[in-house]
Structure formats: structure tokens, C-alpha cells
């Protein structure tokens, strides 16, 4: 066993009073036995509320109990009430380490309910005492929540799961524990659980019964998972750099091979390529370097001359920069309205794929009225008024040369062409970013060459015998430009490395994804569920079910509900939900049959049910006598194996109480009032 309580304590203080009660537990079957609404409930609520895990019952409920432990508490049914000044209850935990935990919660006094204080005795008899909290953000993953502490208590290690709102948070324990405590008021009508769903875990009957089950289809999803948000961590840091390089390289600049997430191939060559826009076309970085070198040598080995020895040169480049500047106007003009166009194509590609995909609904409503049987759609080609259901003459309705597609072939169509449209939208999206950078580019040239223009103007009209400065003007600009590239490659080289790691690490953990793809069971699931599957049938039988064969119930692969198999004379094969075809007394057979059934599985294997169960008032339903004996000495025949508690009527059990006892059963007798007067107090205060 995982764990085990060894002992539940209430205590009520009153002015006039001490009242209480101690219960001491054992391994196997353990019945708090009292007269009907004389606290046998709330002795197995104390359980639940000294684990913290009341909001099992909804995320309102602030204590499991009536008023005996919060207002007033009686001695006799009609004797004096008196007020409750205080209470609290205390339980006593032993896990498979042998370590002991004493758990103490107050319901009524003056520490919040929010507190939980514990002592914790090792193994070796070290003792230290702990106070953690609870219902506060934290308390299931932080080192002072009490449910993180107490899952690592038990020996858990709690799956990380997904929520509806797109959170991942642990699989808490109150996900859990409705499948190992059966509450009487809720807990009798589902037979799985019924599960809190103010936590917002999706597929939580799946997740909670995979994670009791211990099964491998559960791992191999929690490690999909976390390597998912790996990945999806890398692929964040690869695109922050990704867009760090781009703002620093500018918007005449264009990286090669730095797609928008990993690529494969990457960390086998990690440099980093980038292409700038220069003399009207697209060159790599390098290559600008080397051209803008050999101009600046150019200019350096060069002497500086006086304005009317150059004034024929400054003339000629004048002309040629003013014939420069009008191309580049042009070609301004030119890129606007490719712009202009490459925008109206983008935007009646998403009109055209938000036109298909409205007719793809259209056609899938119309499969879907099909295959349940409507005919309004095909009675026009039979040849069929839609509306009376008469035959048409051949004159009102001509006979049709082409014969209109199916609607199964309509669907692949339009999913075709949504498919196209989407490529021709993806490939304008990026042909309109190049046209972007391009014009960018060509504006900037453009300013150089304005700016170019009015140098040499100046130039011209310096005095003759001054010296020409348009060359030097233009050395400093290209050595410029020379700086940035070198920036820009700096840049590059600096990132390098880090974007070789990323996909590195993103590809390796791509191909361990590859490896976890899909959601089978492994050989030791599926013995497993074979098994759990196999000891339900025997235990319908054991509980006298009768709804439907035994032999008929499975349990679902999918979220190991059991259902019902059923096959007619023709061989065809039905699977049936079992929530409205039993009646009251099967479906509470269906859940001793199911809960037990999960126990043997968890004797029989290695899974992370802690072989506890809790059962309040199994004797629901006017269910027979003779089934409620079956049942509890079914259970009392795990021993020490497992421990089950139970909470029954006496007049329900008053006749096979001895052969519990017989059979090796803890029955506790109440005649009265569970909480009495007097008892010792567990953490010895």
C-alpha cells in the first residue's frame, strides 16, 4: 500500500464540554458501524477534509460537515445542544516507507481553515513539525502547499495535464481521489468518479484513471508533453533572436537561412547568411564587402584634386546621378503598384478562402443530413419535387448533359482548392515582405543619390582653385556602410552558435517526438485493462447484475468507462453507454463492481493506486441485503493487502456483522452518537 490511516480524530469544545472521537484503522476492511444520521458520515468526511481535498465536492464547499462540528453538537438525539466554541480534526497517515504523518485542520476556531499543520516522523524516528497551506495558489506545486507535500508523502509524482483554458497544471489530487472515496450525497451517482470540473482538466476521467492505472500511454503523453513545451520554449528563443538580428541588421537587409522556426539542417551548418540590396539587386554580405572595398580603395589611393581640374568628371557623374535618380523613381512607382496589386491578391485569397470554407460547411451539413437519411438534397436530380415529393415532367426539369459532383466529391474539391488558395496566399505573403525589403532598399539608394546630387552641385560651384571634397564626402560614406556591414556580420557571427544550438536540441527532441507519436497501448496496458476488464465481469456476477450479460460489459480504450458490447443475429456489434439502461440498485452494483474491480489490478500490479478506498453508505438504492454481505465480505477478502473504509447503517448490516468480524473485518460499533465525550489527542498537545 501506498499509504494507509491509522487514525481519524474528531474533537468539539464547548463551554459545558468535550466531545470526540477516535478511531483507530487497520489494514483491510475497517466499518464505522451507528444508526442512521448519528455521524457515521461524518467520521469518513473527516477523512476528506483532513487531506484537504473537500472542494472534491465543489468548489464552494468550505467544510464537508453539518453543524455538529461548526454550530451546535448534542450527547443524546433529543438532549441540550451546546454551541461549539472550537473543533478540528486529525488524522494519522503511514506511507510505504514506513514514515508517519499526523495531519491536524481546524474547522472551528482561530487559525484559518487554510492551514494545515503536520508532524512527520521518519523512519529512522527523527520527528519534525511542519505548517503548510492550502487552497491558496501554490499548494499543489509549491515546497509549503500541502498537496505537493502530501502527493510526495504517498509517492507520487504528479503528471503535468492540459486545462480548457490552454494552462498546463498537475493532475491534482482531487482529480484523483474521487475514484478512491465515494462520497454518499454525489458519490454514488456516476460510476467513474464524479470528477470536479471547475478544475477545467480536459479528459479528466482519462487522465485520473491513466494515472491510477499506471500506464505507459500515459507516460509516453506526459513526456509528449514536456517535450512539446521544450520545443515550443526553443522555437521562442529562436525567433526572439530571429527578430533581434533582423531589427539590428535594418530593413535593407534580408537573412537567408534563418526561416521563421528551426530548420533541421541548420546545426550541421551554422553560419548565418545575409543578403543586402545594393546597385539594384540582391548580393550576399559578403560579396557587399568586398565591392565596397575596392571602392574604398579606389578613393583612398586616390589624390585630391582642385574643382576646375575634376569639374568635367563632377559634370559626368552629375548627369549619370540625375539619369539614377529617375530610374530609381521609376522604379519607386514600379514597386508601389506591385504592392499595391501583391495587397489586393492577399486580400481576395482570404475572401476566396473564407468563401470555400463557409461552402465546405455547407456541404459537410449536407453529408451529415445525408447519412442520417434526408433526401431534400438529391430529389431534384431523382427527378423529385423537394416540397409535395411528386414526380417532375421531363419538361420542367431538362435532362442535365453533366452530371454534378457528389457530395462526398464536392467536399474533396473544396478542400483542394482551400488547400491552393491557402499555398497562393502563403507565396504572395512572402513575395509582398522581398517587395518591402526591395522598396526600402530603393528608397534608400535613392536618398544616397539625392544627397549624392547635391554634393557634387555644391562641389561645382566651389571656387576653381579650391580643392574637390565630393570624393572624400563619398569615401567617408562607403567606409560607412563598410562599418555596418561589419556590425552586421558581428551580429551574425555572435548568433551563430546560439541558433545552431536551438536546432540542434530542437531536432533531437523533434525525433523523440517522432518516437512518442501516437496513443497506443503497450502489451502491459492492454494487460492491464484486459485484466480490470476481466475482474469487473467476475465481480457483476459476484453482485448478483442483471441488466445486462456479464459476459456483454467491456471497458472502454477510450476513457475506461464500461459499456456494453452487445451483437444482433446479423453480427452487427453495438456498444451501448450503461448510465440510463440500469436500474438504481445495478448502477450501484456497476460502482462496488468498478471500484473494486480497479483495487484488484492494483494488487495484482505495479500502479500508482494506493490500495486505499473509501465507501459512505455502499447500501444505496434498497438495494438486497444479501448483496450488501457479498460485497463487504468480498472486500474484507483483500486483507492486508489493501484498506477499505466503510460507513453503514446498523439495521442495514445488524445481521452479518459477525461474519464481517469473521472474516476478519474492524467493525467499529456505534450505538449512539459517534462524537462522544472525552479521548486523547493524537499530537499530544
Not at 499506471?214 to 503523453?221: A, H, I, Q
Amino acid at each position: 500500500m501506498l499509504f494507509s490511516i491509522s487514525k481519524i480524530i474528531l474533537d468539539v469544545t464547548t463551554a459545558s464540554a468535550e466531545f470526540g472521537t477516535a478511531l483507530d484503522l487497520r489494514p483491510g476492511l475497517n466499518v464505522v458501524k451507528a444508526p442512521n444520521s448519528f455521524g457515521k458520515s461524518t467520521c469518513l468526511q473527516a477523512v476528506l477534509y483532513g487531506l484537504g481535498l473537500e472542494r472534491m465536492l465543489g468548489p464552494r464547499v468550505e467544510t464537508p460537515f453539518g453543524h455538529a462540528l461548526k454550530e451546535y453538537i448534542r450527547e443524546t438525539p433529543n438532549g441540550t445542544p451546546f454551541p461549539v466554541q472550537a473543533s478540528f480534526v486529525e488524522l494519522e497517515l503511514l506511507n510505504a516507507k514506513h514514515e508517519r504523518l499526523a495531519i491536524h485542520r481546524d474547522v472551528k476556531g482561530d487559525s484559518d481553515r487554510r492551514l494545515v499543520r503536520a508532524q512527520i516522523t521518519h523512519s529512522n524516528g527523527t520527528t519534525e513539525r511542519r505548517d503548510f497551506f492550502l487552497h491558496d495558489p501554490g499548494s499543489a506545486q509549491r515546497e509549503d502547499g500541502f498537496h505537493h507535500f502530501l502527493a510526495s508523502f504517498i509517492g507520487w509524482e504528479l503528471p503535468e495535464v492540459s486545462t480548457f483554458d490552454g494552462r498546463e497544471v498537475p493532475l491534482y489530487l482531487a482529480a484523483i481521489f474521487p475514484m478512491l472515496f465515494v462520497e454518499q450525497k454525489r458519490g454514488w451517482s456516476a460510476i467513474q468518479g464524479p470528477f470536479p470540473t471547475f478544475l477545467k482538466i480536459q479528459d479528466i476521467a482519462r487522465r485520473s484513471m491513466e494515472f491510477l492505472l499506471k500506464l505507459d500511454v500515459g507516460e509516453r503523453r506526459r513526456r509528449r508533453l514536456e517535450i512539446q513545451k521544450n520545443v515550443a520554449a526553443l522555437e521562442s528563443d529562436w525567433a526572439a533572436a530571429r527578430q533581434h538580428l533582423i531589427g539590428r541588421l535594418g530593413n535593407l537587409a534580408r537573412l537567408r537561412n534563418i526561416p521563421a522556426s528551426p530548420p533541421k539542417e541548420f546545426s550541421s551548418a551554422p553560419a548565418v547568411e545575409i543578403e543586402v540590396h545594393l546597385e539594384g539587386e540582391w548580393i550576399t554580405i559578403q560579396d557587399a564587402v568586398n565591392y565596397t572595398s575596392i571602392l574604398v580603395d579606389e578613393l583612398e589611393t586616390t589624390e585630391l584634386q582642385q574643382t576646375e581640374e575634376v569639374a568635367p568628371l563632377l559634370e559626368e557623374e552629375l548627369a549619370a546621378a540625375q539619369v539614377e535618380v529617375s530610374q530609381l523613381e521609376a522604379s519607386i512607382d514600379d514597386l508601389r503598384t506591385e504592392m499595391a496589386v501583391s495587397r489586393e491578391e492577399i486580400n481576395e485569397n482570404r475572401k476566396r478562402i473564407s468563401s470555400l470554407k463557409s461552402d465546405l460547411a455547407r456541404n459537410l451539413d449536407a453529408q451529415k443530413l445525408e447519412k442520417f437519411g434526408s433526401r431534400l438534397g438529391r430529389s431534384v436530380s431523382d427527378h423529385t419535387c423537394p416540397t409535395c415529393h411528386q414526380e417532375l415532367d421531363a419538361e420542367l426539369l431538362p435532362v442535365a448533359q453533366v452530371k454534378g459532383m457528389a457530395i462526398d466529391e464536392n467536399i474533396r474539391f473544396i478542400r483542394s482548392q482551400i488547400e491552393l488558395y491557402e499555398a497562393s496566399a502563403a507565396a504572395t505573403g512572402e513575395h509582398a515582405k522581398s517587395l518591402q525589403l526591395v522598396y526600402d532598399s530603393v528608397s534608400g539608394d535613392l536618398r544616397d543619390k539625392l544627397a549624392r546630387i547635391r554634393q557634387l552641385g555644391d562641389a561645382l560651384r566651389r571656387p576653381s582653385s579650391s580643392i574637390e571634397r565630393s570624393s572624400l564626402e563619398k569615401l567617408v560614406r562607403l567606409q560607412a556602410r563598410l562599418k555596418r556591414f561589419g556590425s552586421m556580420q558581428s551580429e551574425a557571427d555572435g548568433l551563430a552558435d546560439r541558433f545552431a544550438h536551438i536546432a540542434q536540441v530542437v531536432s533531437d527532441l523533434r525525433a523523440q517526438l517522432a518516437k512518442l507519436k501516437g496513443d497506443d497501448f503497450t502489451a502491459s496496458d492492454k494487460n492491464k485493462i484486459e485484466y480490470f476488464q476481466e475482474r469487473l465481469q467476475a465481480r457483476l456476477s459476484d453482485f448478483s447484475f442483471i441488466t445486462f450479460p456479464t459476459s456483454q460489459i467491456r471497458v472502454s480504450f477510450e476513457d475506461f468507462r464500461p459499456v456494453a458490447v452487445i451483437s444482433d443475429e446479423d453480427g452487427e456489434i453495438a456498444v451501448r453507454e450503461l448510465g440510463f439502461e440500469m436500474s438504481g440498485s445495478d448502477a450501484i452494483r456497476m460502482k462496488w463492481s468498478y471500484y473494486l474491480a480497479l483495487l484488484d489490478v492494483a494488487v495484482a500490479f505495479d500502479t500508482h493506486h494506493p490500495c486505499f478506498i473509501a465507501f459512505d453508505e455502499p447500501d444505496q438504492q434498497a438495494i438486497e441485503s444479501k448483496d450488501v454481505r457479498t460485497f463487504l465480505l468480498e472486500t474484507a477478502k483483500f486483507g492486508e493487502r489493501a484498506q477499505v473504509l466503510v460507513a453503514a447503517t446498523a439495521e442495514k448490516i445488524a445481521g452479518f456483522d459477525s461474519d464481517l468480524v469473521t472474516a476478519g473485518a474492524n467493525v467499529m460499533n456505534f450505538r449512539g452518537y459517534t462524537i462522544g465525550r472525552r479521548y486523547s489527542d493524537l499530537l499530544g498537545r
